[in-house]
């Protein structure tokens, strides 16, 4: 399966709407389900919405490509929605990250050598960083980078979910020297937010858009 991130599956709510309802009486398509979903989570939604596509989506095609998308964007539907609760209503919504872990492990169980498995690695070690377990994170990267022998890019879109529109990368990292550039400052034993902070600015610098 050809990796695509997020934003490419992504089309606006108003379509998505339509498109659901164009095939009334009729089972959208796993592309047409893909795309809704994505939509919703594209857009910042956090009620729950795509998680709930996502989940009919592999239901109805577990065997599809689009399924094995809609398992991974499960576990960064629920990452995405911490961050955004954190940063918009300064609420800690652990929950999030614990469903996010739950379908993350999924997608590591199910894909094993799939087209997202070192994003997996990535954003599990970015969870485990985010509760202050900086050994589980560093772990995790060591596994991304033993992943990066079959999927040698992990996409960033940003590190993490901000309102700052100045932590946007949106380019495509080398997945080894990804996981180095996450463990370099966590070695140093540098916070959450300065290990961000250095990674944005070494993807910037390194990543390919």
């Not at 709510?13 to 796993?30: D, E, N, Q, Y």
């Not at 576990?75 to 739950?102: C, M, V």
């Amino acid at each position: 399966m050809l990796k695509q991130p997020l934003f490419q599956f992504a089309v606006s709510a108003c379509f998505a709407i339509a498109l659901a309802g164009s095939a009334v009486g009729k089972t959208p398509s796993a592309a047409q389900l893909l795309k809704q979903g994505s939509s919703y989570q594209a857009a910042d939604d956090t009620s729950d919405r795509a998680p709930d596509i996502y989940r009919q989506l592999i239901r109805l095609f577990p065997k599809s490509v689009e399924a094995e998308a809609a398992q991974f964007f499960l576990g960064t539907y629920y990452e995405r929605k911490f961050f955004i609760l954190e940063q918009r209503s300064k609420t800690q919504d652990w929950e999030s990250l614990n469903r996010a872990e739950e379908e993350l492990y999924k997608y590591k169980g199910k894909y094993p050598k799939g087209a997202y498995i070192a994003d997996t690695f990535h954003i599990l070690a970015t969870i485990a960083l985010r509760r202050g377990y900086s050994t589980t994170a560093a772990s995790w990267l060591q596994n991304m980078k033993q992943a990066g022998a079959a999927d040698k890019k992990v996409y960033i879109f940003r590190m993490t979910w901000s309102p700052n529109t100045n932590d946007v990368v949106k380019a495509y990292c080398d997945t080894r020297a990804l996981a180095d550039a996450n463990l370099d400052p966590i070695n140093r034993k540098m916070s959450f937010d300065e290990v961000m902070n250095e990674v944005t600015n070494w993807a910037r610098r390194s990543c390919t858009p």
